[in-house]
């Protein structure tokens, strides 16, 4: 395997970030925070997101997991109704789903682009599943999306689209979102759009749309400490990009909290996005199509790279634009075994999501063998690369040679 150019290591978070919104974070936190209130960032953040995904009802939280745990109530999922999700995802979502009481059935995957199997939903619906969620996995549009909706529709199932990954994803000219009855995003910093922690939840049925402006308007605003903790935490992961001294004198903010770790509660799936985070994600959403071409220039580089060694690739489908949030790798021997020496070989941070059906947490599943084969196989590599040339995530990549 051939060792490639980059001459320093290529992260897989935060390369989205610029100065504007550094220095947005930092007028933030100079100004006292009663004025935070006094401003119309959540209004002209609601507004941008309307006009991009043509939906008239949005609601913004401050993480994709509060967007699902919103959508589940905005759904009026109760205890006893099943949700459908795929065996290769994250415990946030089964934490929304769970919090509110809601049995999770896992439905085996497809390796070709990690989404939900149209068997393998068809395996797990019984008499008590009332919902599906489409999770579109490193941001590729999945294989069985035509069936998997219609399976939904036949059934009468809420359609969910798990856009965390995907955020500005087409398929046959529709934006990722727009396919299903309700979809949620995020913003949290490993995800297209960046605001450390972030999200929104879009519909276009009236009837959702006014179940979820209800829930929107009681969820309460983060507390003034956390929402600092976040702005630092945004500004001292910008200096670190940067190669910039930054002193990390306080607490940043996890990705993860151990309490949700252990499957508890947390404030912070009730949270309502503060005005802060709407700036940063508005500067985030407006420069989004530049974004999703360095995504992709990125993901045509390690496309002719896997070629090139002759390793498996992901498959891309024709009718759609994906946003190749991260380029997947099946590999052959497990990734515990190997992820290391990949990372130095290749000079990048290597993701491992996810290291089980419901990451990271142990999960056996034996009726999901793809989903159990890929948490064990599969990782990811970064898709927004150096710029050799300026070495400034800013500017556009210019492949070198043949990348190889």
């Known amino acids: ?71 589940i109530r905005t759904l009026d999922l109760k205890p006893g109704d099943q949700i459908v999700i795929p065996a290769f995802t994250c415990q946030c979502v089964a934490n929304a789903i769970s919090y509110n009481g809601v049995e999770i059935l896992f439905a085996d995957i497809e390796t070709g682009t990690y989404g939900l199997s149209a068997r393998g939903l068809k395996n797990v619906l019984t008499q008590r599943t009332k919902a599906i969620l489409i999770q579109y996995t490193f941001g590729l549009v999945c294989r069985d999306l035509e069936e998997l909706l219609s399976i939904a529709r036949q059934n009468g199932l809420w359609i969910i689209e798990d856009c965390a990954h995907a955020t500005g994803g087409t398929w046959k000219g529709k934006l990722l979102g727009t396919l299903g009855d309700i979809a949620f995003f995020s913003s949290e910093r490993s995800k297209i759009v960046n605001t450390i922690h972030g999200g929104w939840v879009i519909t276009a049925s009236p009837l959702l749309g006014e179940r979820l402006y209800k829930i929107y308007q009681h969820s309460p605003v983060p507390d003034i400490h956390y929402i600092r903790r976040l702005l630092l935490t945004l500004r001292h992961a910008f200096a670190e990009l940067k190669s910039r001294n930054s002193v990390l004198n306080f607490e940043p903010v996890p990705q993860m909290q151990s309490a949700e770790l252990s499957g508890l509660f947390t404030q912070q799936y009730h949270w309502r996005m503060a005005e802060p985070a709407a700036q940063l994600l508005t500067f985030q959403l407006s420069k989004l199509e530049y974004i999703l071409s360095r995504r992709n220039q990125g993901a045509a580089f390690w496309l002719e790279w896997t070629r090139e060694q002759g390793l498996p690739q992901p498959a891309v489908r024709n009718d759609a634009l994906n946003t190749w949030l991260r380029f997947p790798l099946l590999l052959t021997e497990p990734k515990t075994s190997i992820i290391s020496k990949l990372e130095k070989l290749l000079n990048v941070e290597a993701g491992v999501w996810f290291t089980t059906p419901i990451h990271p947490q142990p999960c056996d599943l034996p009726h999901c063998p793809e989903g159990t084969k890929a948490s064990r196989y599969c990782i990811n590599l970064p898709t927004w690369l150096w710029d050799e040339e300026k070495n400034n995530a800013d500017a556009p990549f210019q492949q070198t040679g043949n990348g190889a």
């Open 1 to 71: 395997m051939t060792v490639l150019p980059f001459s320093r290591r290529v992260p897989l978070l935060n390369m989205s970030l610029s100065e504007r919104e550094d220095e947005a974070a930092a007028f933030w936190l100079s100004v006292d925070e009663t004025q935070w209130q006094e401003t119309d960032n959540i209004q002209r953040l609601h507004r941008q997101i309307s006009t991009i995904w043509q939906t008239p009802w949005v609601a913004s939280f401050m993480g994709g997991r509060a967007s699902l745990f919103a959508v």
